[in-house]
């Protein structure tokens, strides 16, 4: 498994992915699932340190990036960003320059682009941004490991029925995930759908096995199903393999 084939890079939209990155991503987060399933979980993480930047101790996003990283071997350290000198002006850059030297890698959530840029600018490591997010392309990577694990099949012998809005931020990392991957990728408004697909998980085969569906509409947050949460740790721990390790 290749721990470091994307040599440090931090990982915020797809555009700084190259089509063998995102099926290298995929395949080592499909290695670490078989190792965790065998009983044999990998810790290449172990003397890393890397800290959360996320202001509120009861986010749900720090609570999974933690029990991913630290079931990697790494430790996790919370930091809020309100209670360090990070959101002074005149102190933000010397900040993330100490930040840069304690930790291996930082991630930022709910916290400012311009704020996370400087981070990234200064730090000189591996600067994560809102990795939870919805349009994150983590959260593509997840739904990716999750179709290609059901259909058997290659991503480019799928076809992705995404509904909503075909200019939304999510719809866009789709896009990109499709272009890189060979995805077949078609639209939908929202009131297309029949309405027992709200019932559904968020990204669920169709009954005659042909397509995969996935759901952009605004205002639906349809829960993830447990496969999904499990492949979306997955990818997660992939990236950190390939950027930390």
Same mark, same amino acid.
């Given at each position: 498994?290749?721990?470091?084939? @994307? %040599?440090?890079?931090? !990982?915020?939209?797809?555009? %700084?992915?190259?089509?063998? &990155?995102?099926?290298?991503?995929? &395949?080592?987060?499909?290695? !670490?699932?078989?190792?965790?399933?065998?009983?044999?979980?990998?810790?290449?993480?172990?003397?890393?340190?890397?800290?959360?930047?996320?202001?509120?101790?009861?986010?749900p996003?720090?609570?999974?990036?933690?029990?991913?990283?630290?079931?990697?071997?790494?430790?996790?350290?919370? +930091? *809020?960003?309100?209670?360090?000198? +990070?959101?002074?002006?005149?102190?933000?850059?010397?900040?993330?320059?100490? !930040?840069?030297? !304690?930790?291996?890698? +930082?991630?930022?959530?709910?916290?400012?682009l311009n704020?996370?840029?400087e981070?990234?600018?200064?730090?000189?490591r591996?600067?994560?941004?809102? @990795?939870?997010?919805? %349009?994150?392309?983590?959260?593509?990577?997840?739904?990716?490991?999750?179709? *290609?694990?059901?259909?058997?099949?290659?991503? %480019?012998?799928?076809?992705?029925?995404?509904?909503g809005?075909?200019?939304?931020?999510?719809? &866009?990392?789709?896009? *990109?995930?499709?272009?890189?991957?060979?995805?077949g990728?078609?639209?939908?408004?929202?009131?297309?759908?029949p309405?027992?697909?709200? &019932?559904?998980?968020? /990204?669920?085969?169709?009954s005659?096995?042909r397509?995969?569906?996935?759901?952009?509409?605004?205002?639906?947050h349809?829960?993830?199903?447990?496969?999904?949460?499990?492949?979306?740790?997955?990818?997660l721990?992939?990236?950190?393999?390939? /950027?930390?390790?």
């Amino acid at each position: 498994m290749n721990h470091s084939f @994307l %040599n440090h890079r931090s !990982l915020w939209s797809f555009d %700084n992915l190259s089509s063998a &990155d995102v099926f290298v991503l995929l &395949d080592t987060a499909c290695s !670490l699932k078989k190792a965790d399933q065998e009983g044999h979980p990998l810790r290449p993480l172990r003397g890393k340190n890397i800290a959360v930047m996320c202001e509120s101790p009861g986010d749900p996003a720090l609570a999974s990036f933690t029990a991913a990283a630290t079931a990697l071997g790494a430790q996790v350290a919370h +930091i *809020r960003p309100s209670s360090s000198r +990070i959101t002074q002006a005149n102190a933000a850059h010397e900040t993330a320059v100490v !930040l840069g030297r !304690l930790y291996d890698a +930082i991630e930022c959530e709910g916290m400012p682009l311009n704020l996370v840029q400087e981070v990234e600018r200064a730090a000189g490591r591996p600067v994560f941004n809102g @990795l939870a997010a919805a %349009n994150h392309p983590l959260r593509v990577l997840g739904d990716l490991m999750t179709m *290609r694990e059901h259909s058997g099949k290659p991503l %480019n012998k799928i076809t992705l029925c995404l509904l909503g809005d075909d200019h939304s931020p999510e719809s &866009d990392t789709w896009r *990109r995930a499709a272009q890189l991957t060979g995805l077949g990728l078609r639209t939908a408004p929202c009131d297309s759908a029949p309405d027992f697909l709200w &019932d559904a998980q968020s /990204t669920a085969r169709c009954s005659d096995g042909r397509a995969e569906l996935a759901c952009s509409c605004p205002g639906e947050h349809v829960p993830l199903a447990i496969e999904q949460v499990h492949n979306h740790r997955f990818t997660l721990q992939a990236l950190l393999c390939s /950027t930390v390790a």
